[in-house]
């Protein structure tokens, strides 16, 4: 048996015909030069995407680092300013050890007071501030704040007699400088000109 196509009432030839038609409508003509086009427009808006993308990107990772500078700075100031507010006290401490009697020297209140200022000491030691050497120095107006002036020839002129305040150092910069007595021979001086 043998099956018929109905194909309406088209010839032959004309259904074939319609078929290819339909299918050309169905199947858009590209050409090669649109193609090009729409490959080097997507390829340039690809491009731009990822230049934008980069650029945040970069701005970004250096939002990122500036926040953590400022946040490390304000960590540093702080810290700089209690440890300022705490050297008085040490000051305070160092002084009045200076002037405890004898007598008293081995009583178990002083020697729990010394050992508060011995933890004041490791406190300061371990945020890095590091006492500034002052007498017998060479003044140092980065290092040292000349409160007095002593006329000596003991000692030549310019070097640091006594330190009247200790200085410290944070790191590499200077918390406090030391307040000192600076030699000076300027009696003679005075001297060679009376």
């Known amino acids: 048996m043998t099956e018929q196509t109905d194909m309406g009432s088209f010839p032959a030839g004309e259904a074939s015909q319609n078929q290819n038609d ?16 729409e490959l080097e427009k997507a390829q340039a ?11 945040s990107r970069a701005e ?12 490390e700075e304000v960590r540093r100031a702080s810290n700089e300013a209690l440890l300022l507010k705490l050297l008085p006290i040490v000051d305070d401490f160092e002084r009045a050890f200076e002037k405890i009697p004898r007598e008293w020297a081995d009583s178990p209140w002083v020697n729990g007071i010394s050992m508060i200022l011995r933890n004041l000491h490791a406190l300061l030691e371990s945020q890095g501030v590091a006492p500034i050497q002052a007498a017998g120095q060479t003044f140092d ?11 000596t020839t003991e000692h030549p002129e310019g070097t640091v007699v006594a330190e009247i305040r200790r200085g410290y150092r944070l790191g590499g910069r ?18 060679a000109n009376g």
């Open 141 to 151: 107006p980065q290092q040292h704040e000349a409160v007095l002036l002593e006329a």
């Open 60 to 71: 970004f990772a250096n939002y990122k680092k500036r926040i953590e500078a400022e946040r």
């Open 22 to 37: 339909f299918q050309a409508e169905a199947e858009p003509q590209w050409s090669v030069q649109a193609l090009q086009a």
């Open 174 to 191: 200077i918390l406090r400088p030391a307040q000192v007595k600076v030699a000076t021979n300027t009696h003679k001086e005075q001297e």
């Open 45 to 55: 808006q690809a491009a731009e995407y990822l230049d934008g993308w980069q650029r």
